[in-house]
Every structure is written in C-alpha cells, then in structure tokens.
C-alpha cells in the first residue's frame, strides 16, 4: 500500500510548484473544503437542497445516497461544471470558487474523475496521462512542451499502479471499461490534486481490481483529500471511515459506515420507504 | 522522430509530399531552362493553374487544422484567404504608379474614378512589399483573434459556431462591395503591372510564383504535420472529442481553439496573397460564403484530420472543376452537392480513407 504514495508523491515531488504560491492555501483553521447551503435547481427541480459538506484536510469522505441524491451535482457544484442557485464553496479558507471556472478550479488543485468514464479515446493511454500530467497549462508552453525524463518516470510510475502499462502505446478507445476507469483514476494521480473528486470509480471492475483500487484510495489519504461517491456497500465500508449520506439534495446523515447503516431514516431511504 | 516514423508508415502522406516536391521543383526548372517550343515547357496557363491549385490546397490544409484537427466546423474561412489576398492585392496596386489609366502617382484608378485626392489611412504603407506581407499575415490574424475570442469565450459551439462564421465572411463580402470602403467595389483590384519591379506575366514571375506556392506549401505542411504532434496538438484533438472534459484538466480550451484557429487564419492569408499575383485579380466575390463551403467539400473529399487528405481534395476538386466548367458550367454546382452528398455517405474517411483501406486489403 505504501508503495504506492511512494512511487506517485515520492520525496522529488519537484512538480508540486503550481498555480498556487505555497501557503495560498490556507487551512490551518478549518477544512479544505467546504461547502455552505448549497442549492441548484434544473427547470424548478431541486438537485441540490441546502446542501452543506465540509471535508478536512488529507480526509477520505464517502458519498453515498440513492439514485438521483444530487451526489453527482454536488461534484458539478465543486468543479465549475454547474453554478449553484445560492450558497458558497470554499476551497481552503480563501478561495471561492464559485469565482472560478473549470480550468482555474483544476490548477487551483481540485481533480476529478467523471461517473461515466471519460478518457480521449483518438488518444493513446500515454497520451492521455500526458495531457493530465501537472505542467503549465497555457498554450505556447504546451506547444514547446517536452516531457522530462523525469516526469517520463511519473507516467511510468502511473501506468504501473494502475495496470496499464503494456497498453501504454494503445489508443484508449480500445480499452474496456473496467480499463477506461482505471485510466481515468490515473489521469487524477497524474493531475496531483489536493483534492480528488471520484465519481463511481469501480463501475465495470473485476473483483480484483475493485480491491486494489481501495488499496489505491486509501493509500492516498492524508497526502490528498478525497471524496468518494460509491454505491458499492462492500466497497465502500471496505474504504471509509466517515460516510456522508444523500438524499434529495441535502445531508441526510454523516457518520461511521456502522452508524449509518443503522441510522433508521438512511435504512427507510434506502428500502424506498 | 515520430513525424519522420509517421511519414514512412504513411504511404500516400510521402506520395503526395513526393508529387509536390515534384511539382514543386521540375516545373519551374523546366520553363526557366527550355525555349517556349519544347516539349518540356509548361504553358503560362498551365503554370498559373498549377500555381493556383496549390495556394487551394494551402488553404484547404489549413482548414483541416481547425476542422478536422479542432472539430470547429469554420464556414467562413475563404474570408481570411480573401484577406490575405487583399493585403497583396493591395501593394500590387500601388506598384503600378503611373501606369494606371489616369495615370495618378499615388492613387489607384479607382479612387481617381471615386474623385479622392487622398490615399486613405489604411492604405499607408502598402507600397513597401515587407509591410504587405505583415499586413498578409495580420489582417486574417487579427479578424481571426477578435472573432475568435468573442466567440469561443463565450462558448459558441457547433452549429451555432458555423452559422456566424458564415455571417461574418457573408459581413465582409457585402462591406468590400461599397466603393466608399476603398478596395475598389465590385471590380475589385486588378490590372496588376509588377511585383518587386519584374512583370507579373512574365513566365520566369509565374514559374518563380508556382515554386513559392509549393513551397510554402510544404513548408505549411511541415510545420502543421509537427503542430499536430505536439501537446498541443493532443489537446486540440482531445477538445475535439471531448471540449468540456479538457477543461478539467486545467485547459483553457477557448485560449486553444483561438490559437489553432488564428494560425489556420495566417496559413489562409498566405495561401491568399500567393493566390492574387497568380490569378491577377482580387474581388469580393473571393468573400462568398460559397467558397467558404467548397473548402469544406475539399477537405471532406480528401480526409479530414490528415492534413494531406486536404490538400488532394482541394486539388482533386479544383481540377473537376477546371474541366467541368470548361465543358459545362451550369452543372458544376450541382456536381459540386452531388461529391458532398456522396462522400458524406458512402466516404467519411474521404480519397485518403479509401486509399488507406485498399493499402490495408494489399497487405493482408
Ligand atoms: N443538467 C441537468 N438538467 C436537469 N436535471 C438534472 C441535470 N443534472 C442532474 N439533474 C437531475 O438532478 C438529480 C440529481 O442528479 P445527480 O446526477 O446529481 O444524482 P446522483 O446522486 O449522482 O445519482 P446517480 O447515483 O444515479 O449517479 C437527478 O434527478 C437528475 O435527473
Ligand atoms: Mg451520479
């Protein structure tokens, strides 16, 4: 397990100069994330009602809630994909990124893996880690890039932990599915976001590969902040320590995997009731 | 290295630049070193055809890079050749001194015929043939910037995108027809004299003319052949299957289709300027939206995202057209709509899908 924050963070994490200045970010007096009644409505239909989340710094939060629960909008909300109604999200103490678009909120160290996956599939697997790989992002310098050997490691070191290594020179539109999300989640390691928004990531995975990919997210926690949205109970008790449950738009409970599940009003969502 | 591996995996990529290179280099040698009455000596016709296919399939190319490249389906792009073609046009205009009919020092005929004592301001500077080419270069550049940043700012897309394109080449058109403009209304301008002091219908210009075309042709080639395969290149590709997934990954996809989409403009302005010594003339009818359209059929016919498929469209379609409408030119538009409509069913991959698939059939 630890093998893999030392090969993917390891102590020449020499590409974490960013966007941001060091100490920009600030979250010595709260989480790293916050976000403060929340609602979004499509068409006078509340996706989100209220919604407030809060996730600490280096935190591993599971999202859990039945279909339609606002889990996916919640991620729309936090990456600038959706404009919330009213409410405020915060990244760190300083940062409102409700002032920010996709690509700012992406530099600014918010990573995201999509529900449905969504790699380039015209690309190669290489490739599409390249594009993710933390760099500057602006044009000319993306025209003159050319990979360090050092950040050729990193990719290496990537298309290892998720197993897509003798597919690296392959396009990614001939990966499986179980694949395609697997270089997504590599895709977000690439980006080294502070924080990784991961949609459904075990969709279409063997068994195996469902474990390693929680070996994976736990291996990851404390040096990033992850929030995780599952419907797998399985998998998600496997991973979690705090599990926040949705319904409706709105925080129905938070709590251990075992308090939640014996929460009454979760066990009547969940029943249909 | 990959460009160089990708040629030679590429059959009809090193065909075609062999054919140019060809073209390029023995035509122009031939009329330079033989007398008019032999075999090998290429009509002055022939030479300015040749030369004109070429600038065609400049800009042709240079569309693939923003269509086929950049998914933003451009329907206005003749305008930025056409500016090009002005820009040229332009200092063109201002060699031929006192040769004009009124024979003014200064001002071209039609401003004589307009009663103007006064060059107007943008006219300033035309007569220096470096400045022309700045001017070659910037015009569709900056129209592409303005229009670019307007719209892929705000995130005009598709349809949408082509439809004001459309309007805005349809704009430019309907603004070069006023006389009060100053680009000499409906004629346009023509009657060229010379270019850098030598005849322009001299064979030795025309033969010089035809080599600049192929060889900024290649040059073009070259160049695009290494944008595409650049990061760049990759993150053009990936906003063309996927625009709002690029943005999460920290891209600002707007800054990328404006980069992509003013070069292509510059390439076009280029392809424009070589085009007006060649045909003589420049008029607004180069603004029609119509042409704007044929670009997109040659592009289509010879295989998007290629580059090369560009450039054998453009070629494969002007040459049809050269024929047909020297036997029957009422049907060339049709016949034009009918190759759309079959290629778009029966050859999505255009000429260069097809090869590729026999090329495929020979080997297994
Ligand atoms: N762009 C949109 N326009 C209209 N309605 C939308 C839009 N996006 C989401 N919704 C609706 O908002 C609600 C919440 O959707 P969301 O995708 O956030 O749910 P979810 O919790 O992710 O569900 P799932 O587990 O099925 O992925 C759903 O009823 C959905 O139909
Ligand atoms: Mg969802």
Redesign the pocket.
């Known amino acids: 397990m630890k093998t893999f924050a030392e090969n993917l963070f390891g102590e020449d994490d020499k590409l974490k100069s960013s966007v941001l200045a060091d100490g920009e970010l600030d979250t010595r007096h709260g989480p790293i994330l916050y976000m403060e009644d929340v609602s ?1 409505s ?2 006078g ?1 509340k ?2 009602n209220k919604l407030s989340l809060y996730i600490d710094a280096g935190e591993l939060r599971c999202v859990i ?12 909300v936090i990456t600038g994909k ?1 404009r919330p109604d009213v409410g405020s999200v915060f990244f760190g103490q300083t940062i409102d990124l409700l002032k920010m678009d996709e690509p700012a909120i992406a530099q600014v160290g918010i990573g995201r893996k999509f ?1 449905k996956p969504s790699v380039f599939d015209a690309l190669t697997v290489f490739e599409n880690l390249e594009l993710a790989l933390k760099a500057d992002k602006r044009t000319w310098q993306t025209l003159f890039f050319r990979l360090s050997g050092e950040q050729r490691d990193r990719i290496g070191a990537v298309l290892e932990t998720v197993g897509l290594s003798a597919f690296a020179k392959e396009r990614a539109g001939i990966l499986s599915h179980g694949q395609k999300q697997w270089l997504e989640i590599g895709m977000l390691l690439m980006q080294e976001p502070k924080v990784m928004l991961v ?2 990531p075990i969709a279409g995975m063997t068994h195996q590969e469902i474990e390693r990919t929680a070996e994976l997210l736990l291996s990851l926690q404390g040096e990033r902040s992850l929030v995780v ?1 599952e ?1 797998d109970m399985e998998f998600v008790r496997s991973i979690a320590k705090k599990v926040t449950v ?1 319904h409706e ?1 709105t925080v129905l409970t938070e709590g251990t995997m075992d308090e939640v599940q014996n929460d009454p009003r979760v066990i009547q969502v969940y029943l249909g009731g | 290295m990959k460009l160089l591996t990708l040629a030679s995996q590429d059959k009809t990529c090193t065909t075609v630049l062999m054919a140019l290179a060809a073209v390029t280099f023995i035509i122009p040698l031939c009329n330079l070193l033989t007398p008019a009455d032999s075999p090998l000596h290429f009509s002055a016709y022939t030479v300015s055809l040749i030369g004109k296919y070429l600038t065609f399939a400049l800009l042709g190319m240079s569309l693939d890079l923003v269509w086929g490249y950049c998914g933003i389906l451009a329907l206005g792009h003749g305008a930025f050749f056409a500016l090009g073609g002005y820009a040229m046009g332009m200092y063109l205009m201002r060699q031929i001194g006192t040769r004009g009919v009124y024979g003014d020092p200064l001002l071209p005929d039609f401003m004589v015929f307009l009663n103007w004592k006064e060059l107007p301001w943008y006219w300033l500077g035309f007569d220096h043939f470096g400045f022309a080419l700045l001017m070659v270069l910037l015009a569709p550049g900056i129209l592409a910037f303005v229009f670019g940043w307007l719209a892929f700012r705000s995130r005009v897309t598709g349809v949408y995108l082509s439809i004001i394109t459309q309007a805005l080449t349809y704009a430019l058109l309907l603004a070069f027809f006023r006389n009060e403009m100053g680009f000499g209304g409906n004629n346009g301008l023509t009657d060229f004299k010379d270019i850098l002091g030598f005849n322009i219908q001299s064979e030795a210009v025309r033969s010089v003319l035809l080599f600049l075309s192929g060889f900024s042709l290649i040059g073009a080639f070259l160049l695009c052949r290494w944008i595409v395969n650049t990061k760049l290149g990759r993150v053009v590709t990936a906003i063309r299957d996927q625009e709002s997934r690029v943005r999460f990954l920290g891209y600002r996809v707007e800054m990328f289709k404006l980069w992509i989409f003013v070069f292509a403009a510059m390439l076009a302005g280029v392809a424009g300027a070589l085009y007006v010594p060649q045909v003589g003339i420049i008029n607004p009818s180069e603004f029609t939206p119509l042409n704007s359209l044929e670009i997109v059929v040659w592009v289509a016919m010879g295989g998007r995202g290629t580059l090369y498929g560009a450039i054998i469209g453009a070629v494969v379609v002007n040459y049809g057209k050269t024929v047909l409408t020297g036997l029957m030119p009422e049907i060339w538009l049709f016949t034009l709509g009918a190759v759309f409509i079959v290629i778009t069913l029966l050859l999505p991959d255009g000429i260069v899908g097809l090869l590729r698939r026999k090329l495929q059939e020979q080997h297994a």
Do not use: C, R, S, Y
Request: charged share 20%; proline share 4%; net charge negative.
């Open positions: 979004v499509f068409d239909f996706a989100l809630g039945p279909n339609g629960a606002g889990k996916t909008t919640m991620m729309d959706t529900q949609d459904e949205v419907h949705l738009g």
